[in-house]
């Protein structure tokens, strides 16, 4: 396999969720760590008021390019975008934009998904799935390599997974023609029966989305990258670097202020939490090696015989990564506690919940009344709880991830990048990485020093 710097030399990358946690992080170290790449499209859905040409500006001014503008002061000449909106049949691109993305796009990264856990099911699935399928007949040209970004909990109906794919019990046609003509309010109620043991809509449209690549990915170079819990950045493109408060960061942020006492977990199992720049560092490289190994097949004799549907939806081409940490760096629960008071059994938490937050949320949001200030505790404290709802299945559910996939992934790069694209989270110790967790989350997301 070529090193990093030289297999993205002359490469067009484009990525859907381009301007969030992950893509920036995927940007930044592409820009920064392959000089030669020649360009990165990012698909950039319009917002009120503001238009994707002005969002790329302020993106490129954002503080996970602060190293990089050092370095190379004119870095955004490399970035482009397409307005899309992905929820739209046609994905919102204009004529010009998909003969572009046909003609141009070398590597094709997609890490967009509606990340609310308890979304609507029509909207998950019009997101996590629908979105899926019209990337995959987007008719790409010169496509090396199509990255999939799912989760490592897309199967949490299992208690151990392998790098495989897995019959999701749900075949996703039926889904989508039953949510066609179906009313939100009876989708709501048939919900339940469809997730059966699953928490919640993102697992299983995550699942369905698998389902989608195994099936209709065809003859195109497909990988699939499973992340944990994303978490801020150990090392790059800064320590602690961070850009929302979703999943562990919200209740880490909501302790340190005081407004969380309480956390449903079980002391006893390893939470997976994964920093962000291991999961860039994973999504970088499998695009690599699926690339390589797609345009050897290509210059061998015979491979360009057509490919039937059928073997194409059974092919073992399609490999999958698990970028977590649980398996060779566990982080067990319990030492968590120093920063969270972790309640194990249900009964317990709602009566410490009860002690600890809302009755001092009523007490708090009393006297700002009383001083004719806006009520806010009883309100934040909902939030809170919600969220700790959401989360609780993950805290309180062991699970085991097989990674030989990755293992192997990190030994295909060259010497030189195994330490810059860096897959082993053994390098660091939960303890030293918390401080940089907490700093970061103040420096980021608090904005305090």
Same mark, same amino acid.
Request: glycine share 2%; aromatic share 10%.
């Given at each position: 396999y070529p090193t990093m710097a030289e297999f993205y030399a002359g490469k067009t990358v484009a990525i859907t969720g381009g301007t969030g946690f992950l893509g920036q992080g995927i940007t930044e170290k592409l820009l920064r760590t392959c000089p030669d790449?020649? $360009?990165?499209?990012?698909?950039?859905? =319009?917002?009120?008021?503001?238009?994707?040409?002005?969002?790329l500006k302020q993106l490129a001014m954002k503080p996970a390019f602060d190293i990089l503008r050092q370095s190379q002061p004119n870095f955004h000449e490399k970035l482009s975008f397409v307005s899309c909106d992905l929820e739209a049949d046609d994905l919102g691109l204009s004529s010009d934009d998909r003969r572009t993305l046909r003609n141009e796009v070398n590597i094709f990264i997609h890490s967009a998904a509606t990340l609310k856990f308890n979304e609507h099911l029509r909207i998950s699935y019009e997101m996590n799935v629908l979105c899926v399928r019209r990337l995959l007949k987007l008719k790409w040209n010169n496509l090396q390599a199509f990255v999939h970004v799912s989760t490592a909990y897309a199967h949490v109906d299992r208690k151990y997974m392998k790098e495989e794919f897995y019959d999701c019990g749900i075949d996703y046609l039926d889904l989508e023609a039953t949510l066609k003509w179906l009313g939100d309010d009876a989708i709501?109620?048939?919900?339940?029966?469809?997730?059966k043991t699953r928490p919640n809509t993102y697992t299983l449209t995550k699942a369905l989305a698998e389902d989608v690549i195994c099936r209709e990915s065809g003859n195109l170079p497909t990988c699939i990258v499973r992340p944990s819990m994303i978490i801020p950045a150990w090392q790059e493109p800064m320590p602690g670097w961070c850009t929302n408060v979703y999943g562990p960061t919200a209740f880490i942020i909501a302790y340190g202020k005081g407004l969380l006492r309480c956390c449903l977990a079980d002391r006893e199992i390893n939470a997976d939490l994964i920093p962000v720049d291991f999961v860039v560092n994973g999504v970088i490289g499998a695009a690599m090696k699926t690339a390589s190994e797609?345009?050897?097949r290509r210059r061998s004799s015979g491979y360009n015989k057509i490919m039937s549907s059928e073997t194409a939806r059974k092919s073992t081409n399609i490999q999958i990564y698990h970028i977590n940490s649980s398996t060779t760096?566990?982080?067990?629960?319990?030492?968590?506690?120093?920063?969270?008071?972790?309640?194990?059994?249900?009964?317990?938490?709602?009566?410490?919940?009860?002690?600890?937050? =809302?009755?001092?949320?009523?007490?708090?949001?009393?006297?700002?009344?009383?001083?004719?200030? $806006?009520?806010?505790?009883? $309100?934040?404290n909902g939030k809170i709880q919600s969220g700790m709802e959401v989360m609780g299945f993950f805290f309180t559910t062991n699970f085991q991830w097989d990674r030989s996939n990755a293992d192997r992934l990190l030994q295909a790069f060259q010497p030189g990048d195994r330490k810059m694209y860096n897959l082993d989270v053994r390098v660091f110790t939960w303890k030293d990485y918390f401080m940089t967790?907490?700093?970061?989350? $103040?420096?980021?997301?608090?904005?305090?020093?």
């Open positions: 790449i020649s $360009k990165i499209i990012l698909f950039i859905r =319009t917002k009120r008021n503001t238009d994707p040409k002005e969002r709501e109620k048939l919900t339940p029966d469809l997730l797609f345009i050897h760096n566990p982080l067990n629960i319990d030492k968590l506690s120093k920063y969270l008071v972790a309640y194990c059994q249900r009964v317990v938490y709602d009566y410490s919940v009860f002690a600890l937050q =809302t009755l001092p949320a009523h007490v708090m949001d009393t006297c700002l009344s009383l001083a004719n200030q $806006k009520r806010q505790f009883v $309100k934040l967790y907490i700093s970061g989350a $103040k420096k980021f997301i608090l904005k305090e020093e």
